[in-house]
């Protein structure tokens, strides 16, 4: 696989899958720049890369706050190559049933999930329409497509499912440019990462019954379908959702 990046973007670093990806970046030597709240987090994986021969720079930032959010993206701007590459891992869950669901809530989710993607999004394709070249990769959930399922997930659904309808809709505007720019999906089905919190054997149990592969992905998995839209090899491959969920969606 071949990935002909200089400056890759990766949200949500510190953690679960964007940890998985900026480290299977690290490993095809491409620039990643860490983005997350998680200041000690993002710096911990940017060292891992470091480590090991890698070229990684860690950059603590909130992403569902536009002024800060806006500093960061400067930052890289003054002091990499214009960025190509960008995954947008930073999301959280949330699992409050919707009688319940408050408007603060509600706001929260869709605040770093869905408004959040769409900054880091405009951010980087500013850098991409500018150089003509980029890719872009977001990361929508098997939620986006069934539904929450019974655990009270109508916010996160909702936000997820509003991240593949803008990663679709951007790919359709940016068409029109003619620009070597390519923006796909990745929606992951149930992985045991630090999202979930802790789950009890029976919750477990509940959610392996439901994939048919009969078990949780791990997000090396789902890293490993991201860095395949990121490269050469993905070239015709556009506006796609990609699902890496043991089969959950299956459409
Ligand atoms: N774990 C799953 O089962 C699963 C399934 C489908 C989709 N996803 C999606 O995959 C993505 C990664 O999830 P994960 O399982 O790796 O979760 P995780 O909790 O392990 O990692 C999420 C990371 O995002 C960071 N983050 C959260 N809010 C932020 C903010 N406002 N600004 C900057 N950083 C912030 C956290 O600090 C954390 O490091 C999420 O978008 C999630 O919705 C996860």
Redesign the pocket.
Known sequence: MTISLKTVVV?????????SVVLALGKQSVPVWC????AG?AEAVATQVRKVGGVAQALP????DPVALSSAFERIKNTADPIDGLVT?????NTTRILDLTPEEWDQVMS??LR?TFLCVQHALRAMTQVGRGRIVT?????AKRGGGRMGKAA?GAS?GGVVTFTKSVARELAQLKRDIRVNCV?????L????GVMSPEVKEMVESSVPLGRFGT?DEVAAGVLFLLSDEASYIYGETLSVDGGVVMD
């Open positions: 949200t949500g670093a510190a953690s679960g899958l964007g940890h983005l997350d709240a998680d987090g930032v909130n992403i569902s891992c930073a999301g959280v869950q770093i999930n959040g990361i929508g959930s098997d939620t996160y997820k929606c992951p089905g149930p992985m990462t630090n999202m979930h997000a």
